[in-house]
């Protein structure tokens, strides 16, 4: 077999790679199925750069998914509706490179397994009439950053035709139904869904379309608990909830939320009602900064430990050699700048700029 050529043009990198886990298991589509019907719950855990994906993978989640909800987390963004195509692309590629990296050098020992790789797509990529849109921003995700599939939201009739003709072209869809972020603007606001009677037989109806439409699982998300048992039930696909209870296939929690990425001692983020907080990694993160803003200020950091760069003795005696012969230069030059800076200093402090002097005192 020859070589893979990557896109550097360097042969034999991705089949080394190759080599490397070809003793790992895949998650795959199929095998979500059979681990359905054997009643084997798996999960799905958010990420949306590299040292996230590559926590992620070592800890043997099932499935990343790169998450348009990146918008939020990570770039400040109210809703997911603003992110786009470039910036999906961007993140999933991120994600990949760091799924490889956690698997380079791991055997069947390690229980590590290759995670399925799932890519949201953004609003406004998907839901056109000309479902060759829909197709051909598909196929980047699988072309461009290595994706294993797609996920898209809603459940109508024009949905579940866009999703059957991108898995007829050859990309695997997840689907997604119940709170639809990208949908806040007819919605409202982020709430449950499926609370009457009328409601949760069309979210029932909604995922039996998707099915026979060709996904090969379906995210639930903020519904009852009844409701997304009874649509598990109903179908042969598994099901990944999200505040959809306890009787889902698998579960999906978002990365930051999971591990407090954004906890702090004093003021708490807001975290969903359905996520459970595994971890305070905002406290650590803030204790770890703190400590290391006390320590430069009180110059303890770096110290002789920090600092393991040195020269040898004939160089650092011709590096005085050569201070001392241009000292009286560099004497002058240094007195010119602190004048300047100095009356650049005083002219602040008449709040020309601000109401604040250069210590911070109005």
């Not at 770039?75 to 692309?89: A, F, K, S």
């Not at 009439?129 to 939201?153: Q, S």
């Not at 009787?247 to 407090?260: A, E, I, K, P």
């Not at 650590?284 to 040195?310: H, M, R």
Request: one cysteine or more.
């Amino acid at each position: 077999m020859l070589p893979a050529i990557t896109a550097g043009g360097r042969p034999g990198a991705r089949l080394q790679f190759h080599r490397s886990v070809s003793s790992l298991t895949k998650v795959s589509a199929l095998s979500l199925t059979s681990r359905k019907r054997h009643n084997k719950k798996f999960t799905m855990v958010t990420a949306y750069d590299y040292p996230s994906a590559v926590h992620v993978t070592r800890a043997g989640m099932d499935i990343i998914l790169v998450g348009d909800s990146v918008g939020m987390v990570e770039l400040g963004h109210d809703t997911t509706q603003p992110v786009t195509m470039e910036t999906m692309l961007h993140h999933c590629g991120s994600v990949k490179r760091g799924v490889d990296m956690a698997l380079k050098g791991a055997d069947s020992k390690s229980n590590l397994r290759i995670p399925l790789l799932v890519a949201d797509m953004p609003l406004g990529s998907y839901e056109y009439r000309d479902t060759d849109i829909a197709l051909r921003n598909a196929y980047r995700f699988i072309k461009e950053t290595g994706m294993d599939a797609v996920k898209i939201e809603g459940g109508s009739a024009r949905r579940a035709h866009t999703a059957h003709q991108i898995v007829e072209s050859g990309v695997a869809v997840m689907g997604h139904i119940g709170l639809l972020p990208q949908a806040i603007s007819v919605t409202g606001g982020f709430r449950a869904v499926g609370r009457t009677a009328a409601r949760a037989r069309t979210l029932l109806d909604d995922a039996m379309r998707l099915q026979d439409a060709g996904v090969f699982a379906m995210v639930l998300e903020c519904m009852p608990q009844l409701v997304a048992q009874a649509i598990t039930e109903s179908l042969e696909i598994p099901t990944i909830g999200i505040g959809a209870g306890q009787y889902t296939s698998g579960q999906v929690l978002v990365f930051h939320d999971m591990l407090g990425m954004l906890s702090h001692p004093h003021h708490e983020a807001f975290v969903p009602k359905f996520c459970k907080r595994y971890a305070s990694v905002g406290h650590s993160i803030q204790e770890g900064l703190q400590s290391f803003k006390q320590d430069v200020e009180q110059g303890i950091f770096p110290g002789e430990e920090y600092a393991p760069y040195d020269m040898k003795d004939d160089e650092k005696a011709e590096f005085d050699n050569l201070l001392a012969a241009d000292s009286d230069d560099r004497r002058h030059r240094h007195d010119k700048a602190a004048e300047r800076y100095t009356q650049t200093d005083e002219y602040e402090k008449l709040h020309l700029y601000g109401n604040e002097d250069g210590d911070g005192k109005a």
